[in-house]
């Protein structure tokens, strides 16, 4: 049995992940932006799922996300559903959120970012408003930024699997009704990435489609890159990753 936290579970393609850990018998903890939020979860819950409340585009109840995860008990893997398409909180959902996560949460075996194909269009530009007072970047330069942080974290914690996944353009509310994509098999892959014992699962630093590994952009792997983003996240947060999981390592 495994123990997997879901970001942003309550709808879309987290529910759906967490509806089919559930039922493979995997211990889930669910998330939701607020108590009424959760509540649209609750059959999940009722099957055995935990639950945690807080919003992403805050930094300060993302802190409380953490610290709820980390007194249920210390996941197995993460996955790190949760994103927007625009607005204010674009960058502190989709970029800043999952880095302060992965520095605050126990360490777990697995991580798992969602990315999107259209990080491909990001821009490897720094330094940008992190506050989102301006609009200084797009939906496509935050998904390049958390695919990095997905590299990054593989090359820097190597005891750990970290990937970040396409899962397609699936009818979601965020991909709305008509999308073309195959929603089972926008879930899977991370399903698959959190616990299976295949040797591909197993594998780290990966961007992965539909349980293929793809070739990111190019900035992906740039190790330059990667330390420039870790070193922007650290000095707005105020949260070094290199330094919690270096504490983390037995």
């Not at 211990?27 to 059959?43: D, F, G, P």
Request: include cysteine.
């Amino acid at each position: 049995m495994t123990r997997i936290f879901i970001t942003g579970s309550s709808d879309g393609l987290g529910r759906a992940a967490a509806d089919v850990l559930l039922a493979g018998g995997h211990q889930v903890i669910v998330h939701a932006r607020s108590r009424a939020r959760l509540e649209t979860v609750r059959e999940l819950l009722d099957r055995g799922a935990s639950g945690v409340v807080g919003d992403l585009a805050d930094m300060a109840e993302v802190r409380d996300i953490a610290a709820q995860v980390n007194e249920i008990g210390a996941p197995d893997a993460v996955i790190h559903n949760a994103g927007v398409l625009n607005g204010p909180a674009l960058l502190t959902v989709n970029a800043v959120a999952p880095y302060l996560l992965t520095a605050l949460i126990h360490r777990p075996h697995r991580l798992i970012y969602i990315s999107s194909s259209m990080h491909m269009g990001g821009r490897a530009r720094l330094p940008v408003d992190w506050r989102g007072h301006r609009s200084t970047v797009s939906y496509s330069d935050t998904k390049l930024f958390v695919t990095t942080l997905a590299a990054a974290v593989a090359r820097i914690w190597p005891s750990v699997t970290s990937n970040s996944v396409d899962p397609g353009w699936v009818p979601t509310k965020m991909g709305g009704a008509s999308a073309p994509d195959d929603l089972r098999l926008g879930h899977l892959t991370q399903e698959w990435l959190a616990t299976s014992e295949d040797a591909d699962a197993r594998s780290t630093g990966g961007y992965w489609r539909h349980q293929r590994r793809l070739r990111p952009h190019p900035s992906v792997a740039d190790v330059r890159f990667q330390d420039d983003l870790l070193d922007v996240l650290c000095h707005h947060t105020g949260v070094a990753l290199k330094a919690a999981i270096a504490s983390s390592e037995p």
